[in-house]
């Protein structure tokens, strides 16, 4: 069964910068899209970033771009997220996440229920 397993969260000031990590177990990593959700306290889970297979491609939601990055390390089976620029409002739960890729995948990347394997999240906390 694929196991998914993020950390590098915490609590940090505004500004400050913070590299998550996922790690993947018992999965053919390069067969999967992967990407990060968040959920805020008293919201809905919503899309952070995603990176395709081969790590060309990478997507971010307009809230973070220019602050985040993901990245991917196929040999290590890991991805990460680099964010800079920490602000109040990216406090939530991080969740790493994985979708089967194939030809008849949708292009839609934004959607959670279209990712079959999750993480248990890692808490990112961010001060004014």
């Known amino acids: 069964q694929v196991q998914l397993v993020e950390s590098g969260g915490g609590l940090v000031q505004a500004g400050d910068s913070l590299r998550l990590s996922c790690a993947a177990s018992e999965l053919t990593f390069s067969t999967f899209a992967m990407g990060w959700f968040r959920q805020a306290p008293g919201k809905e889970r919503e899309f952070v970033s995603v990176?395709?297979?081969?790590?060309?491609?990478?997507k971010y939601a307009d809230s973070v771009k220019g602050r985040f990055t993901i990245s991917r390390d196929n040999t290590k089976n890991t991805m990460y997220l680099q964010m800079n620029s920490l602000k109040p409002e990216d406090t939530a739960v991080y969740y790493c996440a994985v979708r089967f890729m194939s030809y008849s995948s949708s292009s839609i990347y934004t959607r959670d229920r279209d990712y079959q394997y999750w993480g248990q999240g890692t808490q990112v906390t961010v001060s004014s």
């Open positions: 990176i395709s297979r081969n790590g060309v491609t990478t």
